[in-house]
């Protein structure tokens, strides 16, 4: 396993378009998370699964975001009638959340950019 | 509520001591992390302290945690050029991570 994927690494996007991302987690791992990251700031939470259940959404996450975690493996993030504003990286980490510990890994993160 | 507070920039020599600093706010928070973030990368794990701890040593890396004052702060030996880049604090607080806003550290050579 080489740790959390996401692709695609880079969306360039027109307002008003759809896009969807997607996170591919570290295989025994059972919770998913998604943060929004802009430039200066530290990574804001959006949502996180524990296997397929969305345990929690944020207050960030509005109606047009939407996330899925169907088998409680990989997950996607889709963002409709995007807006400039939605211009941030999108990181996806996994954590095994047990009494071992909880350490909760990230992906390279998606980049998006809508013009 | 939650909220993680750092300082924004540290500025060392290489060789020297660095330390960066966090306040948290979650009392109930069971772990708090180091997070490491370059250039145009995703943010990789450096270590992580387990709330009933004090401190926890990794190599060049030593976390001490003082629960009372809920404080964290990350201690970085003989500082390389090679760890600059922002830290980022976070801590385990309902189930999701909660980050600070990141340190910019500088290492002069």
């Known amino acids: 396993d080489t740790g959390v994927s996401q692709n695609p690494r880079h969306k360039i996007t027109k307002r008003g378009q759809n896009v969807t991302f997607r996170c591919d987690p570290i295989?025994?791992?059972?919770?998913l998370y998604w943060y929004r990251q802009t430039l200066g700031q530290g990574p804001e939470f959006l949502t996180y699964f524990q296997n397929e259940a969305q345990l929690e959404k944020s207050r960030l996450l509005s109606d047009r975001f939407s996330a899925e975690r169907p088998k409680g493996s990989f997950s996607t993030l889709e963002i409709q009638r995007t807006e400039q504003g939605d211009s941030a990286m999108y990181l996806c980490?996994?954590?095994?959340?047990?009494?071992?510990?909880?350490?909760?890994?990230f992906g390279q993160g998606t980049r998006l950019t809508v013009v | 509520g939650e909220d993680v507070e750092q300082s924004l920039f540290l500025s060392v020599r290489e060789g020297d001591s660095s330390v960066i600093n966090c306040t948290y706010t979650d009392s109930s928070s069971t772990y708090l992390y180091w997070y490491k973030q370059e250039p145009g990368a995703g943010l990789q794990l450096l270590t992580y302290i387990f709330s009933n701890m004090d401190m926890k040593q990794d190599q060049r890396l030593t976390v001490l945690l003082n629960k009372k004052d809920k404080h964290l702060s990350l201690r970085i030996a003989d500082t390389q050029t090679g760890d600059s880049a922002i830290y980022f604090c976070a801590e385990m607080s309902g189930g999701k991570l909660i980050f600070g806003q990141g340190t910019t550290l500088q290492v002069k050579p």
């Open positions: 980490a996994s954590s095994t959340w047990d009494q071992r510990g909880d350490e909760a890994f």
């Open positions: 295989s025994e791992h059972n919770r």
